[in-house]
């Protein structure tokens, strides 16, 4: 992937001056800790990374001491009082923007802080032919036009858009656009003041990740996860005539098979229970306990899926396994590569993320003597983003 593109110089106002107590609790949402730091410095690093020169914050009068400790460490920042409402506290940035006289200006919400670099290029190149630019998403869902708690009417969602911040504009154009603003009401964003004043807006794609953090339930769950985290299995079944075998997803001709509840594949589930240990997500039998009928006879193909999904609901992809076998007979190598094909089909890997191997243990102990198989695995997963896009979804 290219790195970021180099912008044009910009100046940037964070709106943080709200009381934001929507989330619950006295402290504003803003300053309150998100994916491992206060919600305001993930805007505000952010635009301090894309290059926003000046960057201004403006904060409510009381909330100074929050600010400093909020945004402690970041250089060149100006911190401006807000005002009674959000188009007030725009303003006052604007104005206190003045004598800088930027020639483009992004304005954000503190409360969105996770911004892509993608966005502010899309804006910042709109405004090449535009005085104003915003970013925007589709209305996916049909909308319905309530009248009380009855339907009264249908909205067309094909020219409607969801609006985001932050919103760009030539820097002279609105800071005229927010002196003449004269509606009563608060206006809902800046591009509705610039509208007011006649200014053209277009409108740029903007991105899920920019959604506005709002609610008690946004916070829950946000300390950093671990880029990757590593998990092992281990597992034993006994070999007893008249049994398949199933090893790894095959079917292998041998004069004994394993027994179990499932098909007993000792090599599967020693890989579930790995891939289980590394998101911390219980083991096979939390899942699909031996007590179930449903499970008996069950391949065991569609325990280790279960757990290659559950892993990805927990944020995480399998990044590799590496299995060990433990037997005297049958012999595994022969077996090796169906083997290793199965699993990466299983998991969703290419083939060199499958490692197999196996041992005797020279005749000695229960795996010696030829009583039963022992399998031990090792998986490593590692967070999910943008790079994985190729998970398989069948
Ligand atoms: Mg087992």
Redesign the pocket.
Known sequence: MAGPSPLPPFAAIVVAAGKGLRVGGSTPKQFRAWHGKPLIRHSVEALEAAGANPLMVVVAQDAQDHVEQALTGIEGLTFVTGGVTRQDSVRCGLEALASASPERVLIHDAARPDLPHAVVDRLLTALDGHAGAIPVLPVVDSLAIASGSVMAGKAERETLRRVQTPQAFRFVDILAAHRAWIDATDAGDDAQVFMASSGSVALVDGDERLKKITFAEDFVNTAPLPAFRIGQGF?V?RLEPGEELWLGGVLIPHDKGLA?HSD?D?AL?AITDAVLGAVGEGDIGTHFPPSDPQWRGARSGRFLEHAVSLARGAGYVVANVDLTLICEEPKIGPHRPAMRTEVARLMGLAENAVSIKATTTEKLGFTGRGEGIAAQAIVCVTLANEGTSTWPTG
Request: no cysteine; glycine share 16%; charged share 15%.
């Open positions: 597992d079944h179990g007993a000792v589930h």
